[in-house]
């Protein structure tokens, strides 16, 4: 409960409360604009303990006059069952208002929701759907990236006909949209080979580097290992032990392990350098 409260504190924007929270009522909340009256829901999640059942009424006025922002957070609210029964259905309104208000964000928890059955009966149809929604309607590489990991699992589990070419093109294009976890996905494909896609070690090689750079742990530890055995690049232990002390850094649990093995092979001096290249990428 206390992380979905979190959660539903950074939903609503962050700004200070100039005056008392004040107790909900019809006839003030027709007098404030939807931004006014989300502030107001601010200012009781605010107090301590929030009192969650003012800023609920007032997340739903605000949202009924148009606040984008409340519509979401009204939803997590029913979602979570904070101050409330759950209410999954009355979550899912929110977000398809939210959604069609124009934040692209809550068309993927709505493909979520039903893929994963949050509160729902799974529904894998209604959810791929929404992500071919939000992705025709507004060209999201958010939701490209969500689609291609749902395709990606079909293809693992030898689903017909193969959906892996269609993943890989959709990581592509997201990928060049910017999104860099879409790197990680297309490396794994190159790399074990999936469907009809064929393994290509260059092109997971590639993919790796890509998302190594992007701040991937576990392609920047899977760079190192490559490193410090020469495989498909070139074998250089400072590079090596640079990736695996960024990996390391990012959480990777195996990186401290290939660190750990590097040492002993390498010198002071290029004990430095490895870590004055880790510095120098993290300072970019």
Same mark, same amino acid.
């Given at each position: ?20 929270? +004040? ?19 601010? @200012? ?45 259905? !009355? ?50 590489? +958010? ?29 592509? !294009? ?28 260059? @092109? ?37 032990? +640079? ?32 870590? !004055? !290249? ?7």
């Amino acid at each position: 409960m206390r992380t979905a409260l979190l959660i539903l504190l950074l939903l609503v924007l962050s700004a200070p409360a100039a005056a008392g929270p +004040k107790s909900y009522s019809t006839e003030l909340a027709a007098t404030l604009d939807a931004e006014e009256q989300r502030l107001e829901a601010e @200012r009781h999640l605010q107090r301590n303990p929030p009192d969650l059942g003012e800023a609920r009424q007032w997340l739903e006025s605000a949202a009924e006059s148009g606040s984008v922002e409340a519509m979401g957070a009204a939803g997590w609210l029913y979602e979570q069952g904070l101050g409330v029964e759950p209410d999954p259905d !009355r979550a899912m309104t929110y977000y398809r208002q939210a959604y069609e208000a124009g934040d692209n964000e809550y068309g993927l928890r709505l493909g979520w929701m039903n893929l994963q059955g949050h509160g729902v009966e799974p529904d894998r149809a209604r959810g791929e759907e929404w992500f071919r929604r939000v992705i025709a309607e507004r060209d999201d590489s +958010k939701a490209r990236l969500a689609l291609a990991s749902v395709l990606i699992a079909d293809a693992s589990a030898n689903v017909q006909p193969d959906p892996a070419p269609e993943a890989r093109d959709l990581l592509a !294009r997201a990928l060049d949209d910017g999104i860099t976890g879409a790197a990680y996905y297309l490396a794994r494909i190159y790399m074990d080979g999936l469907g009809s896609v064929s393994r290509d070690r260059a @092109r997971a090689i590639h993919y790796a580097r890509i998302g190594a750079e992007g701040g991937h742990p576990e392609l920047q530890n899977w760079l190192a290992v490559l490193h410090a055995r020469g495989e498909g690049v070139p074998l250089d232990l400072v590079e090596a032990y +640079k990736w695996a002390s960024l990996a390391a850094a990012g959480g990777n649990p195996s990186a401290e392990r290939v660190r750990q093995e590097l040492e002993p092979q390498m010198d002071r001096e290029s004990l430095d350098e490895a870590r !004055r !290249r880790a510095l120098q990428w993290l300072g970019r």
